[in-house]
């Protein structure tokens, strides 16, 4: 069976021979499954993904939902869709049994989920936060809230949203205005305007739950006043039914440039006065809450680019092997035949910058799927520890880094068809719209570079850094050995080195915040690339070990890894130099810029 | 006045200062201008850029052509736009008296129609194959043909096309299989299928007059059996007066991903046996002469991309400097005020990137566009020579890497909007998609650079490539003695002798062609980015200059010269490095990448 949604070869290579996931069944939490469970879970999403997300995915994006007198109207083939992944119980599936979960490892869940990204991305998106904001209220709620709003998500009968951002203060939440007014109840009413908010209406759940930052009316200023609430559409009674309207109005619908089957949209609560809000959590404890969802929400963007860059990366392939054009420049004559395209140099150039980094960023996106696995179950508590940390410190490069090189990868899928490749007749043009918004939402990645220069690689004195390159030492250590390894060993080496000695130069001047941040996106090119050369040249030892004994129906897919490694250390790891040589001189050409000169 | 086309100080600078196109004036043939006839033309086409172009942009990119059973419609704003253009005269502007035109300058031409096509690139694409198609009947068509169809494209009653492309070949011209069968009359008659065929149907004008390549039955294989046809939409008759619909029918519209308002059609010649064509130039000759409106098309696409990138550039400044969010680093208390984005480092980086790339490919661009006015009225016939031979070596750099760099710029003026970038109520994610069009059309960019590097660089024994290198390093000694220029001096006379030696190196395998040009493309980029940074130096050393005696009002802008400048030589100039160790040892990891492991 051949899909152009993801290789599936590549997945049980990332899955088993990378990322040794049959291990985690010996784990108690997993102990009911196994490989076959696992492949029946990943053989479900590809059959749901390709039978219902896949054949209405142009037709979302042709057919933007609308906003009419009686709501906000979406394809009923995507009600149809969704109603079915609900129905195979993907939307709990990682939760513990007793809360009609299937305790599947997240790990295998997001590779799962990918696949249902790659084939329809819009619908994904109502999946992607209604999951998360399930897990929200999971993991902060009161028994009575889990009850109320988490079970309905979780059975994918109410859908959620993260209502954070508001029109005047955009990533800058410190200065989020929403504010909530103790009732006697013990409830709150809130007042305030939101935009921007993913899955804000529709007609594709019974229910929808905001989950919304505001400001407990006297709190302080910043981010240190602001608490969660949980905003459903419609009010819950006693008996679980759905209750009256809340006071949480569609004031707009947001038309987007691709991602157009995702209704965004401008919320406005509490016009009337009326607008009920229950608080998750602690009050003024909101954004760290918070956090938990927009952690979740910035991995699974980061695995929606990789699945964008990766089904475009296999049309673009299918294309390139079928497609004759030109001759070898070597046999130039009009009476030699054309060949497939794929043979000429720079369309393989193009199809390895896509391979490269939609392969490269799914195995990252899984491996950082598995962090959060080892964060709850792994059996030693420093194993818990060191995977948090190693999460912190990789999250806004699974989000920035990836929506980067994966929009990249799109814009060579396109490059690839050419002519076609501009027109609405290929899916590809849709794929680079789509993959577009993946560097601006869930924090732009100039947000996210601030971040892990300012905050992640800083944590606990650098704890979280030292790990990752600890961990990128091992890599190299065990590839050094391992034939055709030891030269991308050594250049991997030489970039951990770089990076090592330029982190440790920046934190020199680290409380000259403004210098110290000045370049915080070269830096998080530098530490993606050299990520990105870590899990290749990780791929590759895999690779180049199984070769060894690999059938011969095997080679090619094995020597492509190797060939996909060896293209990211001789192409983009080399990259780095420039970045860091600005970053350790800090450079200030931008910093200094006086705005009237721009 | 403020625009948010173009900086029109900055195209004064550009004309007046960079360029010193007063100097045209002298010559003969553009006696009859001066500054103020041409600042009166640039007035012109701001003022109907402004008032006819702009308003229906947005209109013309939602309300896509449409087939109909009365043919193609358009949206009446556009034909009325168009009519305007026509009335003032542009569509000739650069002519003879003679015919009607007004000996306007290229140069100076180039830049108003940028203002046009910076509010209108779908409409801009119509009068782009006019001007281009009437100058080349102009050019090689007998007198009879130049008064019958040359003359009412001049007069803007018919529009023209370019008609290379088919399906089954693509780039590969080599491949077209329309043939032309000589009739008794000595017209001949056409049958077979285009693609991609923009203005290949509309109803803006009276007609459409489609220059086709076609193959005259008999005759050689490859280009070398390739003939031009005139094929219009509707037979003149002896009066001149439009005559019966031509054999010539539209079989569909290509939906695109931007560029919608210009139509693109597929073209079917001859269904009924009886597509008209007049053999245009000499049988067999017929790439010979579609190249010189190819050319012409080519250096014009680059133009787009850098007005789209001028506007999208503009559009985000000004977002930028009133969008207020955020706080400095260094002061980050939520008591203090948000400040306009346009302070944080890195949207001052996303503006640098943008500056810098769409007001160096627009002086690049109009560079260009001077030396086909030295090619056809410099003084001495040397002058002459070198001017078409620096244009041969440019062409493929003004249509390839302008493309690139700007869609990087469009990218980074939805990036300084974030989530509103990406909304559809800004028209910076319209010039996104519109730029996207620009790295494929008229010959992708793998295709250019394979022109670059395997005619253009070896053209008369590297007497082109010479010529360019000279009058870099003529640049380089002039801003030596420059105050503040001389270290941007000297990191440009290293880029330059890194790009002499690695042609060299390269040269030397040329006749092992596959290995030659297997990395063509990182040959256009370092060669593109080397011409960048000659022409940032030669701006800036210009703008050194005027500093010392400016006015303190025109400080800013002298001084944005020397930051985009030394943007440029800093973090992008050192690119080059990687690509020329690239190409310097022959890396062959795509040329000899096996499709089977991709």
Redesign the interface.
């Known amino acids: 069976m051949t899909s152009l949604l993801v290789n599936r070869r590549d997945l049980s290579f990332l899955l088993y021979e990378l990322l040794d996931s049959e291990e985690l069944t010996e784990r108690e939490r997993f102990a009911g499954h196994s490989r076959e469970t696992f492949d029946t879970a990943l053989d479900t999403a590809h059959d749901i993904a390709t039978e219902w997300f896949l054949p209405h995915a142009a037709a979302a994006d042709e057919h933007e939902p609308t906003l009419g007198a009686d709501g906000v109207r979406c394809l009923p083939a995507m009600r149809a869709a969704l109603a079915t992944y609900v129905e195979t119980g993907f939307v709990a599936a990682t939760q513990d049994e007793a809360l009609g979960g299937m305790q599947l490892p997240f790990s295998v869940f997001q590779a799962c989920f990918g696949i249902v990204t790659a084939a329809n991305t819009a619908a994904a998106g109502y999946l992607l936060l209604t999951q998360g904001a399930a897990n929200l209220v999971r993991r902060f709620g009161s028994p009575a809230q889990i009850e109320t709003f988490c079970r309905p998500m979780l059975e994918g009968r109410f859908f959620g949203t993260m209502a954070l951002?508001e029109p005047q203060?955009?990533?800058?939440l410190?200065?989020v205005r929403t504010t909530a007014e103790p009732a006697a109840d013990g409830s709150y009413r809130l007042t305030g305007g939101k935009?921007?908010i993913s899955g804000g209406d529709h007609d594709l759940a019974e229910n929808i739950i905001h989950l919304t930052l505001a400001r407990v009316r006297g709190a302080p200023?910043?981010?240190a006043g602001l608490s969660l609430f949980i905003v459903p559409k419609y009010l819950i009674n006693a008996d679980g039914t759905l209750g009256r309207r809340n006071d949480v109005a569609t004031a707009g619908l947001?038309?987007?440039?691709?991602y157009r089957g995702t209704t965004?949209t401008v919320l406005s609560f509490g016009e009337r006065g009326d607008c009920v809000g229950y608080l998750l959590g602690r009050p003024n404890h909101g954004l760290a809450c918070m956090f938990h969802m927009m952690n979740e929400a910035r991995t699974t963007v980061g695995l929606g680019a990789a699945m964008l860059a990766y089904t475009g990366y296999l049309h673009a392939?299918d294309y390139?092997?079928t497609?004759t054009?030109?001759?070898?420049?070597?046999a130039?004559?009009?009476?030699s035949p054309?060949v497939?395209i794929?043979?000429?140099?720079?369309?393989?150039?193009?199809?390895?910058v896509q391979?490269t980094f939609a392969e490269g960023s799914l195995a990252l996106c899984l491996y950082a799927a598995r962090l959060v696995d080892d964060a709850f179950t792994a059996e030693e508590e420093s194993a818990r520890g060191d995977a948090r940390l190693l999460l912190e410190v990789l999250t806004p490069v699974v989000k920035a880094w990836v929506s980067d090189v994966c929009l990249e990868a799109s814009y060579q899928s396109?490059?690839t068809l050419?002519?076609y490749?501009?027109?609405?007749?290929y899916p590809v043009?849709r794929f680079?719209?789509d993959n577009?918004?993946n560097?601006?939402?869930e924090g732009?990645?100039?947000i996210q570079?601030?971040d892990l220069l300012?905050r992640k690689v800083t944590l606990e004195d650098g704890a979280a850094f030292t790990l990752l390159l600890d961990r990128m030492r091992t890599t190299i250590e065990a590839a050094r050995s391992v034939e055709r390894m030891s030269g991308y060993a050594e250049a991997l080496d030489q970039a951990v080195r770089r990076l090592s000695a330029t982190t440790h130069t920046l934190r020199q001047r680290a409380d000259?915040?403004?210098r110290?941040?000045?370049?915080?996106?070269l830096y998080l090119w530098l530490l993606g690339h050299v990520v990105g050369g870590w899990i290749w040249l990780e791929q590759a030892r895999v690779a180049a070990h199984a070769l060894a004994t690999a059938a011969p129906s095997e080679q090619?897919f094995y020597?492509?890894k190797l060939?996909a490694c060896?293209?990211f250390m001789?192409?983009e790891l080399?990259?780095i130099?420039?970045w860091a040589?600005?970053l350790e001189r800090f450079?200030d050409?931008?910093?200094s810029?006086?705005?009237?000169?721009?």
Chains 1, 2 share one sequence.
Not at 169 to 172: E, L, R
Not at 332 to 335: E, V
Request: glycine fraction near 10%.
């Open positions: 951002t203060a955009g990533s800058a410190a200065d935009i921007f200023a910043g981010v947001i038309h987007k440039m691709g965004s392939l390139a092997r497609r054009q030109g001759r070898p420049a070597h130039k004559h009009p009476a054309p497939p794929v043979e000429h140099a720079d369309v393989k150039r193009m199809l390895l391979k396109m490059q050419g002519g490749g501009y027109t609405r007749d043009e680079y719209r577009r918004l560097p601006i939402h732009t990645n100039g570079a601030i300012g000259e915040s403004d110290f941040l000045a370049n915080a996106s090619a020597q492509g060939l060896r293209y001789t192409w080399p990259r130099e420039h040589a600005l450079d050409t931008c910093l810029a006086r705005p009237e000169c721009l």
